[in-house]
T-cell receptor, first 114, second 114 residues
Framework: DQQVKQNSPSLSVQEGRISILNCDYT??????FLWYKKYPAEGPTFLIS?????DKNEDGRFTVFLNKSAKHLSLHIVPSQPGDSAVYFC?????????????FGKGTKLSVIP | GAGVSQSPRYKVAKRGQDVALRCDPI?????LFWYQQALGQGPEFLTY????????KSGLPSDRFFAERPEGSVSTLKIQRTQQEDSAVYLC????????????FGSGTRLTVV
């Protein structure tokens, strides 16, 4: 059973528009959420994170929103650029429960069309 | 070094062969993680070290998998009697502090068992 779900395997967006990537989780113990970006043949690169005590975190073009009651988070990229084309992974951990391991979703492949 | 280095980048093993995968973390990084990423999936946690202590090995799929970090720096993931289902990319990540937030991934070792 997947505790972190990314239901959209792929997403195509025009350059300059907003990209919205979604993630759902089932484990109520998760208290920290992260987004990673991955290019082919490279390891995942940390993008942005959010603690469960917040509902929004912004870093430049990237904003993560957390809805704890719905167990849902989303990553907004605006404006989208061709260099944003990559696979995006949502991940979660339960550090408050003493667990440092990350649980990842299956990823969403974002294609930004020039 | 500047990043997390993993070797070899690619490994082809015959079924039943033993393999050893190496991870050189960023110098001074305390935490070290191993993840397994099967094709089309997100990374899955295998094990976690804090310095030389293996604090969590709950993700190791069987007793054929063994990880060590004897001096608190370089780590080796060993897989004995490899099987086809072991084919995956094995990712190593390290972090300066306890826990994993903001940790840096290596590019991984792609293991193919034939």
């Amino acid at each position: 059973d997947q505790q972190v779900k990314q239901n959209s395997p792929s997403l195509s967006v025009q350059e300059g528009r907003i990209s919205i990537l979604n993630c759902d989780y089932t484990n109520s113990m998760f208290d920290y959420f992260l987004w990673y970006k991955k290019y082919p043949a490279e390891g995942p690169t940390f993008l942005i994170s959010i603690s469960s005590i917040k509902d929004k975190n912004e870093d430049g073009r990237f904003t993560v929103f957390l809805n704890k009651s719905a167990k849902h988070l989303s990553l907004h990229i605006v404006p989208s650029q061709p260099g944003d084309s990559a696979v995006y992974f949502c991940a979660a951990s339960a550090e408050g429960a003493g667990s440092y391991q990350l649980t990842f979703g299956k990823g969403t492949k974002l294609s930004v069309i020039p | 070094g500047a990043g997390v280095s993993q070797s070899p980048r690619y490994k082809v093993a015959k079924r039943g062969q033993d393999v050893a995968l190496r991870c050189d973390p960023i110098s001074g990084h305390v935490s070290l993680f191993w993840y397994q990423q099967a094709l089309g999936q997100g990374p899955e946690f295998l094990t976690y070290f804090q310095n030389e202590a293996q604090l969590d090995k709950s993700g190791l799929p069987s007793d054929r998998f063994f990880a060590e970090r004897p001096e608190g720096s370089v780590s080796t993931l060993k897989i004995q009697r490899t099987q086809q289902e072991d084919s995956a990319v094995y990712l190593c990540a390290s972090s300066l502090a306890m826990g994993g937030y903001g940790y840096t991934f290596g590019s991984g070792t792609r293991l193919t068992v034939v």
